[in-house]
Structure formats: C-alpha cells, structure tokens
T-cell receptor, first 114, second 111 residues
Framework: DGGITQSPKYLFRKEGQNVTLSCEQN?????MYWYRQDPGQGLRLIYY???????QKGDIAEGYSVSREKKESFPLTVTSAQKNPTAFYLC?????????????FGPGTRLTVL | GDSVTQMEGPVTLSEEAFLTINCTYT??????LFWYVQYPGEGLQLLLK?????DKGSNKGFEATYRKETTSFHLEKGSVQVSDSAVYFC??????????FGSGTRLLVRP
C-alpha cells in the first residue's frame, strides 16, 4: 500500500527535552512538508523540502529542526526552544511539480508536553 | 499575503439536509483551490480540488465550483449523512506552491 506513515501516534515529552517525530512516504514524492495544528485552528507550515538534502523554513520554524537525507523520510525535531509544543503535527508529501500539485497527508502525531 | 476565509462553525444539520460551507480567498493570480476533510483524531484527506476558473471539483456527493469573479469556492452536498460529520478545510496553493488553509468548519450531522 502506498502512503504516508507517521510515528508515534501519541508522544509525551517533559519540558526541556527534544523529541523527534517520524514521517515516511513510499509514494516516490519529491516534496515533503510539516504542519502544526492547534485546537480549532487551521494548519500552519513549519518546514518543507522540495528535494533531498534541501529544506526551507515555513511560517513557524522557530524551535523546530528537520533533515532530508533520504527521499522517503523527513523527520521533525521539536527542540526545547519551542515555547508551546503541545499540538497535533501533520506530515504531507506531493510531487512538488507546479500549480496542479496535490499534497497528501499522514495520520498525524499528537505531542503533549507534561 | 494570500489568505482563505471560511464560515465559522459548528454547522449542525439533520440527516439528508442540504449543506453549504462558504469559502472565499484572497490571492494574486489564479491559485489552485482545495477542500480537505478531517475526521476526529486523523490526518487530512483530500476531498476535491479545482485548478482553474469555472472548474467544478466533485467527490462522494460533494461539489465546489471555482468562482473567479467572487473569489469563492463554496462546498455543497445535496443530502448529508451522519458519516459526513467532520471538520472541513478550504485551502489554496500560493505562488510558491505552498498550501494556505482556512481555519476549518466543523460539521455535525444528527440522525
């Protein structure tokens, strides 16, 4: 089955700890994205990558870091510098080609800071 | 910058009622437009899309028409079911190929 997997589904973190969220896709997509969703709000872009070994900051990159060493994988690290990290995190991927491109989403990871 | 505005929810309907969720946008040029649906505790699923003016996207009984003159992309369904209860997001793709989302509209369908 082709798709996007995110793990873990639920993640608990103590204040001051870094945590890494996994995102893997087997759709052969070039572009991958990380979004944050807060209750009752839309999605906000954290980071995106249009090709391996390259990525750009989105609208709310402070306190987050990413890497893109493989086409299939785009892990997100939530660092201790992120002031309010409790949220639902969604990963997406797309072909990355042009205005008719469509992003497909994974099932999400819910991060709670204790 | 580009933006998307959706009607606030929740929208509460009885089964078999007609649904409209309003979406308007502000953008330079003619962006592609999308509707995504999110069921509780899940990620977003693409519901439909339209890539140019007057295009109609449709899927699972839902429809939306890209109206350039009114900068709108309203979502409609003729007869909703309890299983349609979810949060619906309108989005546009900006000139940098990034998605800009509305704040979402929660739909609750009662039996």
């Amino acid at each position: 089955d082709g798709g996007i997997t995110q793990s873990p589904k639920y993640l608990f973190r103590k204040e001051g700890q870094n945590v890494t969220l996994s995102c893997e896709q087997n759709l052969n997509h070039d572009a991958m994205y990380w979004y944050r969703q807060d209750p009752g709000q839309g999605l906000r872009l954290i980071y995106y990558s249009q090709i391996v070994n390259d990525f750009q900051k989105g609208d709310i990159a402070e306190g987050y870091s990413v890497s893109r060493e493989k086409k299939e994988s785009f892990p997100l690290t939530v660092t201790s510098a992120q002031k309010n990290p409790t949220a639902f995190y969604l990963c997406a991927s797309s072909t990355g080609k042009g205005q008719t491109d469509t992003q497909y989403f994974g099932p999400g990871t819910r991060l709670t800071v204790l | 910058g580009d933006s998307v505005t959706q009607m606030e929810g929740p929208v509460t309907l009885s089964e078999e009622a007609f649904l409209t969720i309003n979406c308007t946008y502000t953008a330079t040029g003619y962006p592609s437009l999308f509707w995504y649906v999110q069921y509780p505790g899940e990620g977003l699923q693409l519901l439909l899309k339209a890539t140019k003016a007057d295009d109609k996207g449709s899927n699972k009984g839902f429809e939306a028409t890209y109206r350039k003159e009114t900068t709108s992309f309203h979502l409609e369904k003729g007869s909703v079911q309890v299983s349609d209860s979810a949060v619906y997001f309108c989005a546009l793709m900006d000139s940098s190929y990034k998605l800009i989302f509305g704040s979402g509209t929660r739909l609750l369908v009662r039996p």
